[in-house]
């Protein structure tokens, strides 16, 4: 039996041989072959770069092995404004407008790389609204050079689509807007502490007209940021402050100007000489602001402080002061929610999986700024010193992505004689309203 196994079992190796398929080379240069597959497949761009495209928040489009992702969207705002109060003779016109319509296009790389631009169509013309690029391989440290908004003011930097209301506040005519800068941010301790400090050229979207740059820096808390608990999970309180220098002449440190209804309120007023001045030193800000979101209960409140030093007629230096605040209430009917930053999340839309109506949001906000007379006493410019501002708001969200806003807003100002304001008709306008209707879709 012994001598029948060994020709039995040297058959079987041979036939097993014959079925497998042939290797070359030693198992030191297979392995190493092998090593080296891997190591092509690890490279940014190689092996694995299928690209898969579809539609989640805008048209998407990433790698397998995702080195690259990107997106594109889209976005557009059309306003109805209407003034109850006023017509055509009082130099109110009653109009549809295209707030603004843009393009979005994103892309990150390596997961470490991104960069956004944002070009918009607007009634004045076309611009680019964003346009940076980032590091941002950690949560904790990222850093940003480009066109983005200063990190002050926690309304002023809701994205225009996001805004709770039309229109913002008349705390926002106060605040910094989209600079050209760099800016170092991050949320360390998993989201609790956010930071961004940055320095900015301070003269809008185009180049600077001095060396001097503008500081800003941003620290906001979220106490519940890692508790299961809504109640306080979504509470965030923030700090802003912005330091520069201004360089300008005949001009007010920001435009005196109503946001809904495009009113300036102090100014040249005709009746008086106008001085000449210079806005040649400091500048600064100081702001504080609280956002807390409970289920579909939505609470906002902010103060800012303004100070710049002027200079009149070539001799005499004053600095004018002025601060604003604002408190405001939402509720959304159906039990949606809103985070701050983020598309609104819309639990039973329209014609959805589960047959819904969307949901309505109705908003409630009071807010007033009030400032110095310096710009009056020095320089001949007159009109009202205080502005206060109450206004309400219904928005229809039928899904996340289209929306429809109806915002009443009322806007009271001095009723002294000596800085009431007139419109072309010879009116009195201690006060004016805006019926403002939003109509948006974006992706």
Not at 13 to 36: F, H, I, N, Y
Not at 130 to 157: H, I, M, Q, T
Not at 280 to 292: E, I, K, M, P, Y
């Amino acid at each position: 039996m012994r001598l029948l196994t060994w020709p039995a079992a040297a058959l079987a190796v041979l036939l097993a041989a014959s079925q497998a398929p042939a290797q070359t080379g030693s198992l030191e240069d297979r392995v190493k072959a092998l090593e080296m597959k891997e190591e092509e497949k690890a490279k940014p761009g190689g092996g694995g770069d299928a690209v898969g495209a579809y539609f989640d928040d805008g048209f998407r489009f990433k790698t397998d092995n995702g080195s690259f992702e990107g997106r594109i969207g889209a976005y557009a705002i059309v306003h109805y404004t209407s003034f109850p109060r006023f017509n055509e003779g009082d130099g109110y016109t009653e109009n549809f407008s295209i707030r603004e319509a843009g393009a979005e296009l994103y892309g990150r790389l390596w997961g470490a790389w991104e960069v956004y631009v944002r070009p918009r169509v607007m009634p004045g013309g076309t611009d680019l609204y964003y346009g940076w690029v980032e590091f941002n391989k950690w949560d904790c440290l990222k850093v940003r050079a480009g066109l983005f908004k200063e990190p002050y003011s926690r309304e002023r930097l809701e994205d225009v689509k996001w805004m709770d209301m039309p229109e913002d506040s008349i705390l926002s005519i106060m605040t910094p807007g989209r600079y050209l800068g760099v800016m170092i941010h991050g949320s360390p301790l998993d989201g609790v502490v956010n930071y961004a400090v940055g320095v900015f050229n301070g003269n809008g979207v185009g180049g600077d007209e001095n060396s001097d740059k503008d500081i800003a820096a941003r620290v906001s808390i979220r106490p519940g940021a890692k508790m299961e608990s809504d109640i306080i999970k979504h509470l965030s309180i923030g700090g802003s402050l912005t330091w520069g220098k201004a360089e300008s002449d005949n001009v007010t440190p920001f435009e005196f100007r109503s946001p809904g209804t495009g009113t300036i309120w102090n100014g040249n007023t005709g009746s008086a000489v106008i001085s000449s001045w210079e806005n040649n030193d400091t500048v600064q800000r100081l702001g504080a602001d609280l956002s807390w979101n409970v289920g579909p209960v939505s609470l906002k409140a902010e103060m800012s402080a303004f100070k710049n030093k002027v200079e009149f007629n070539d001799s005499d230096h004053e600095t004018f002061r002025a601060k604003a605040w604002y408190g405001q209430v939402g509720f959304w009917l159906l039990g949606s929610t809103r985070l701050d930053g983020h598309r609104p999340d819309i639990k039973k839309p329209l014609f959805g999986d589960k047959g819904g109506f969307g949901d309505v949001q109705l908003i409630g906000r009071y807010a007033s700024l009030r400032m110095g007379d310096t710009y009056e006493e020095h320089a001949g410019l007159g009109g009202s010193r205080s502005v206060t501002e109450w206004s309400v708001g219904v928005n229809y969200y039928p899904n996340a992505y289209v929306r429809v806003s109806v915002m009443y807003v009322n806007y009271r100002y001095d009723r002294e004689d000596s800085r009431r304001l007139f419109t072309a008709n010879g009116h009195r306008l201690d006060r004016e309203d805006a019926l403002i209707v939003r109509a948006q879709i974006d992706f």
